[in-house]
């Protein structure tokens, strides 16, 4: 079984920066694909970012202001966010792909006008 804690979520002002880090535990291959995604009240979960070897995705959104990595021997992956914006108020979720999808219990990212 994977267990994926996230960790760094808070309240910032507009322009401001926060980093978010996933540890995982259990059977994690670095060929899997790990990664965050983010949900608003109403709204489904949508991907901000994901990471394996040699391949970064990111939602065109966060493009320029977000830089994800990961350290594969710890099974951790951490989100960098920076110049945050009001729209990206969310509740953010780690995830990691295995044969199936594991997630995190998620971090509040509030960020103020």
């Known amino acids: 079984q994977v267990q994926l804690v996230e960790s760094g979520g808070g309240l910032v002002q507009a322009g401001g920066s926060l980093r978010l880090v996933c540890v995982g535990s259990?059977?994690?291959?670095?060929?899997?694909?790990m990664g965050w995604y983010r949900q608003t009240p109403g709204k489904p979960r949508e991907l901000v970012a994901t990471?394996?070897?040699?391949?970064?995705d990111y939602a065109e959104s966060v493009k320029g202001r977000f830089t994800i990595s990961r350290n594969y021997t710890k099974k951790m992956v951490t989100l960098q966010m920076d110049n945050l914006k009001p729209e990206d108020t969310a509740v953010y979720y780690c995830?990691?792909?295995?044969?199936?999808?594991?997630w995190g219990q998620g971090t509040q990212v509030t960020v103020s006008q």
């Open positions: 995830n990691a792909r295995t044969f199936k999808d594991f």
């Open positions: 259990g059977i994690i291959y670095a060929t899997n694909i």
């Open positions: 990471i394996k070897p040699s391949s970064t």
